[in-house]
């Protein structure tokens, strides 16, 4: 029998338990692609951003999924102007992170649902997901979905000397 996931805005009292996911989500791209190095001393502005991110509706979508009394997942969307393009507004998934033992049991695709919901109130009729190329976990799940490859961002790190 599949867990009853209950989703729910994100609240500032959820902050703390939704950044542990997020650095998970971090942590696990940086096993993939070195580029995302995670910031251990990060954490108090990671909280500041997250909190301010609660309060914003009007900019983000952030929903948290519960089961079993616990977290399960968390999204976050930014909703942009595209000044130059149709559609004019986009919700691009900036984080989305199911919890292990919540894979494979449609937690992620309710997230992305009631994002999907989101946008149609809003008249928004473009998603787009924000991922290191190299997280292969990610890349499968949003192709499952239906979703392709619009942009590439290139990077190349340099050292100090």
Do not use: H
């Amino acid at each position: 029998m599949e867990d009853k996931v209950e989703l729910g805005k994100l609240e500032e009292k959820d902050v703390e338990k939704v950044l542990d996911l997020v650095m998970r989500l971090k942590k696990l791209n940086q096993e993939f692609d070195s580029t995302f190095e995670v910031n251990e001393e990060s954490r108090e502005d990671a909280l500041k951003l997250l909190k301010g991110i609660a309060k914003d509706s009007e900019c983000y979508f952030a929903q948290v999924a519960r089961s079993r009394g616990k977290i399960a997942g968390i999204i976050v969307a930014e909703f942009r102007n595209r000044v130059f393009y149709t559609p004019t507004i986009e919700a691009r998934i900036l984080e989305i992170y199911i919890m292990p033992e919540f894979r494979r049991s449609s937690v992620g695709q309710t997230l992305v649902d009631s994002l999907y919901a989101e946008c149609r109130k809003r008249n928004i009729e473009l998603v787009t997901a924000e991922f290191p190329s190299l997280n292969i976990i990610a890349l499968n799940f949003y192709k499952k979905m239906g979703y392709r490859e619009i942009v590439s961002v290139y990077g190349k790190q340099i050292r100090k000397q």
